[in-house]
């Protein structure tokens, strides 16, 4: 377990506790997010969250790469 800084665009800031995932075979970002991502959420924050952790510029996964990402 860890603790990111995220800089945000406004002028608050993000800690958000993460951990490290792999990504499986067939993963996508969307199923990975929608699993993780707390009832009554949105996928798409979760989405967005993780590849600005990552620094992503998409939304491409390749089986074994490691990602950190919220803990759920």
Known sequence: ????FIPQATA????V????????PND???DYAS???PAGADVYDT????KRINHLDSDQLTA?????VPEA
């Open 17 to 24: 506790e993460t951990v490290s995932y792999t990504v499986q």
């Open 1 to 4: 377990m860890a603790f990111i």
């Open 12 to 15: 608050q800031s993000e800690v």
């Open 28 to 30: 996508t970002l969307w």
């Open 64 to 68: 074994g790469q490691t990602l950190l």
């Open 35 to 37: 699993r993780i991502t």
């Open 47 to 50: 989405i967005a969250q993780i």
